[in-house]
């Protein structure tokens, strides 16, 4: 079965610009999150969705938004780039939305900002 | 709100040693932990995770961690190491209805010939 899977691998962007990051969740999982991981740390949250309706958010600015299809897949939008923004961005999917589902992650996005 | 500490930043040991990973945590509802893997340039692949039960918790490729709910801890453990166990480790947790893992900073592990 296929896990996870992220589109673009890696991409290159400069401050200011946009950048769309796509993710497909393993076939029956209905839950899609969000993580950023900086360099050097542990991946933190942005946003949760569940059946295409946003279920959590972490701290992060408004320039970072989401949304789920419903064919389950999910898109992570960034407006305004930061150097800051440089990271991997990590989709992970689960079968609910409870805290004690596993999740699975893809293979990440590794976003660079010039 | 829940926190996940991890005490070492770097742990080198040598082939076919025993090593242990520490991870720490802190939350005042119950608590699900969970240890992933993370090869370079790779995602998260989950080795393990204690939900409820046995406090003792075997994962794939001969991983085991013990969860400790008086010293709030759940330490990564694995009797005898490979070169292919080098990674970078992450304890994670999730509690009461925050969805969301909180992970903790990583280990990195280095299996030295």
């Known amino acids: 079965d296929a896990g996870v899977t992220q589109s673009p691998t890696h991409l290159i962007k400069t401050r200011g610009q946009h950048v769309t990051l796509r993710c497909s969740p393993i076939s029956g999982h209905k839950s899609v999150s969000w993580y950023q991981q900086v360099l050097g740390q542990g991946p933190q949250f942005i946003f949760q969705?569940?059946?295409?309706?946003?279920?959590g958010r972490g701290n992060f600015p408004d320039r970072f938004s989401a949304r789920q299809f419903p064919n389950y897949s999910s898109e992570l939008n960034v407006n305004a780039l930061l150097l800051g923004d440089s990271a991997l961005y990590l989709c992970?999917?689960?079968?609910?939305?409870?805290?004690?589902?596993?999740?699975?992650f893809g293979p990440g996005t590794r976003l660079t900002v010039l | 709100a829940q926190s996940v500490t991890q005490l070492d930043s770097q742990v080198p040991v040598f082939e076919e040693a025993p090593v242990e990973l520490r991870c720490n945590y802190s939350?005042?509802?119950?608590?699900?932990l969970f240890w992933y893997v993370q090869y370079p340039n790779q995602g998260l692949q989950l080795l393990l995770k204690?939900?409820?039960?046995?406090?003792l918790v075997k994962g794939i490729n001969g991983f085991e961690a013990e969860f400790n709910k008086s010293q709030t801890s759940f330490h990564l453990r694995k009797p005898s190491v490979h070169i292919s166990d080098t990674a970078e480790y992450f304890c994670?947790?999730?509690?009461?209805?925050?969805?969301?893992?909180?992970f903790g900073s990583g280990t990195q592990l280095t299996v030295l010939p």
């Open positions: 204690y939900l409820s039960g046995s406090t």
């Open positions: 994670a947790g999730s509690s009461g209805s925050a969805r969301q893992l909180t």
């Open positions: 939350s005042s509802v119950s608590v699900y």
């Open positions: 969705y569940y059946e295409k309706e946003e279920r």
């Open positions: 992970a999917s689960s079968q609910g939305q409870v805290s004690t589902d596993t999740q699975y």
